[in-house]
């Protein structure tokens, strides 16, 4: 009861036996060719077409799902080509999201698929694509992912910042420091904050260069705020005594600004949690009774209850 309906039990079973036998080692090789020809006899556009419909049929379980996708990886570029065309052309998200799904399952066999649709003139079908990407993990696909952080439409740019964190590679990092000393200011917060996230050493002495970056108007105070967050979420300590800095600098004009980004100096100290973060943090209680001295105070806490748990 759970196979297509307009495939039969027998029809189905005997694809998955042929599809199947063209990986399996025990057979020669000539065996296993008969086995591909077999199949790619039996699987047509129409059947393609039918599996694709079967994805989007409710009530059917996660076994039948994953037996509908292995039969479409193996029919290779036409079920990855099939399954892109609906992707793009589908206005439902549910199940938009089932063929995100199953050309997600083909891996790397997506990818000329994928390129495809990264040179789309629409822009959600560029994100979708960006997205399967992140989600496939592919290293050579950064390169991809970079050229998109040009595209002129803001939720491409964002999902190809999240794609790249996803992947966590060398170059995929390479990229998101670009982004932090070159890109927009939208771009810079992304990177900032998925740098952050990925918790790698690598990107600490870029933001400890962006934190000094002279700012006389605080006008990066988002970008500032989102560079120590990144250095506290990463319990950087090489970042201690430049977060220390900020917490002794005095400003005459902007100082309520300026003072967001020093609260957000507290926090990160809190999350780095050493002896010397403790005593950056005693020294900044003793500065008055203002927002700046009671967010010390709840840093020193935070870092009390660390310890104790």
Sequence with gaps: ADEPSSLSAGLLNAMLFLARCTEEKAYGESERTLCRKSFETLMT???????IDFLCE????????KKAHFLLRKSGEQGARRLGERLAEEKEAKRRKIFAQALTAFGRSALATLDRLLHDNRWYVVRNAATIL???RDPETAGHLAALLG???ERVRREAIRALTRLGTTEAMDVLLVAVEEGDPDLQRQALLFLGAMKQTKAIPYLLRFLERSDPFVRCLELKRGAVRALGDMGAAEAVPALGALLQQRKIFFRRRFQEIQIACCLALARIGTDECRRIL???TQRGHGPLCRSANRALQEIARAEKS
């Design 45 to 51: 556009s129409e059947r393609t077409e039918q599996l």
């Design 58 to 65: 409710p009530g059917r379980g996660e076994s039948s799902r």
């Design 282 to 284: 005693e020294i900044t």
């Design 151 to 153: 595209h002129e439409d």
């Design 134 to 136: 992140g989600e496939i």
